[in-house]
């Protein structure tokens, strides 16, 4: 008969090979982990320079064609609605036909009753009114008490001659024409009419008008403005020139009727 199988032992049986002794460091009873090995990179190549882009040439940029403009047809302005007069922009011959058309006249008969004196004197009044503040009659303002003494006090002015004949004329006017005619422009008118009288008409001329009155006469302007009676060629020219007046602007007029040099009628 087969030998007997001996009973099995219910606990198992002891390894034949006893388990290897933790290392030091591990932790009992768990297996010692086995180390990963990293995948060797690959090597890094030394960093190079980078290419420069190349150099491009700049191109001319192409002139822009701009479209030929399209005429367009002007617009009219609207028809101003406004009823002031346009404003004066200067001095004009005839200027008082529609306005007042007898005021040369007047003027004319006033001066022609006065005496070759007077007229020269008139003629010596529109030089002194002019040179200073401008052709305005401030030469014909009286003192006014609170005020600065006026252009007719000044030294030169006191042998001024002629002031009752622009009064007359004046006083005329406003009776056809009130409030119209400007006594600058009666000076000037008078001035003129003074100067054809006096060389038989051969002195003749249109005077331009539209002037306005002055409203400043200063004493203290005179001396500075208006040649003195002791002014030789030299001083008179330099004056008459500060004014935009010329040599021949100053002696021509009388030169031309045989008469006196004008300067010599209008100083003192």
């Known amino acids: 008969p087969p030998p007997a199988t001996p009973p099995s032992s219910p606990f198992p049986s002891p390894p034949a090979t006893p388990p290897p002794s933790p290392s030091p460091g591990s932790t009992p009873g768990y297996p010692t982990p086995t180390p990963t090995v990293l ?12 290419t420069p882009p190349p150099t491009l040439s700049p191109s001319p940029s192409p002139t822009p064609v701009y479209p030929s403009p399209t005429p367009t047809t002007p617009v009219p302005p609207p028809a101003s609605t406004s009823t002031q007069p346009p404003p004066v922009t200067g001095l004009k011959v005839g ?58 006090l000044g030294i030169p002015n006191l042998s001024l001659r002629g002031f009752e004949v622009i009064e007359a004329a004046k006083k005329k006017i406003e009776e056809k024409c009130p409030g119209v005619v400007s006594c600058a422009d009666i000076v000037a008118f008078a001035g003129r009419d003074a100067s054809k009288l006096l060389s038989g008409y051969k002195i003749n001329f249109s005077m331009p008008a539209g002037r306005y009155d002055g ?7 005179t001396l500075p403005n208006l040649p003195p009676p002791f002014a030789n060629l030299t001083i008179l020219t330099q004056m008459f020139a500060k004014k935009g007046l010329s040599q021949t602007d100053m002696v021509a007029p009388f030169r031309r009727a045989q008469h006196r040099p004008l300067a010599l009628l209008l100083l003192p």
Do not use: W
């Open 95 to 152: 200027y008082y036909n529609d306005k007042c058309p007898d005021a040369e006249k007047i003027v004319l008969d006033a001066v022609r009753n006065a005496t070759a004196g007077v007229k020269a004197g008139l003629i010596r009044l529109f030089f002194h009114d002019c040179f200073v503040q401008g052709c305005d009659a401030s030469v014909l303002l009286n003192k006014v008490a609170g005020k600065p003494e006026p252009e007719m």
């Open 39 to 50: 995948a060797t990179p690959p090597p890094v190549s030394p960093p190079t320079s980078p």
């Open 215 to 221: 409203l400043v006469s200063l004493k203290d302007e």
